[in-house]
């Protein structure tokens, strides 16, 4: 069965930072895109970053840029979200989630930042930034 479990999520200050990560177990994504999304109470469900299959190729919504990265170890099987100057906006459940297109090069944002584009998902994390 294939399983994706976040975890690092927490509350902290604003300006502070946490490092998500999705472990992945049942079968390998190693030559799938991944992505984070988040959702916040009373809101839809929004893209956050994406990455490709080697790390070579990634995308970020324009409230994260700059301030998160996200990044993969395929020998681990892992995903990763490093956060940083988080904002009291940042607030939500964040859920990895995979997506299913082996090998491509360059992510297509009509494809990566939809979340009907992802096969499978995690339960999420909650992350809780207070001012």
């Known amino acids: 069965q294939v399983h994706l479990a976040e975890s690092g999520g927490g509350l902290v200050q604003s300006g502070g930072s946490l490092r998500l990560s999705c472990a992945a177990s049942?079968?390998?994504?190693?030559?799938?895109?991944l992505g984070w999304f988040r959702q916040a109470p009373g809101k839809d469900r929004e893209f956050v970053a994406a990455?490709?299959?080697?790390?070579?190729?990634?995308l970020y919504a324009d409230s994260v840029k700059g301030r998160f990265t996200i990044s993969r170890d395929n020998t681990k099987n892992a995903l990763y979200l490093e956060m940083h100057n988080l904002k009291p906006e940042d607030s939500a459940v964040y859920y990895c989630?995979?997506?299913?297109?082996?090998?491509?090069?360059?992510?297509?944002?009509?494809?990566?930042?939809?979340?009907?584009?992802?096969?499978?998902w995690g339960q999420g994390t909650q992350v809780s930034v207070s001012s």
């Open positions: 989630a995979a997506c299913l297109e082996p090998f491509r090069r360059v992510l297509v944002p009509a494809v990566a930042l939809s979340a009907s584009s992802y096969e499978y």
């Open positions: 990455i490709n299959w080697d790390g070579e190729s990634t």
């Open positions: 049942g079968r390998t994504f190693s030559s799938d895109s």
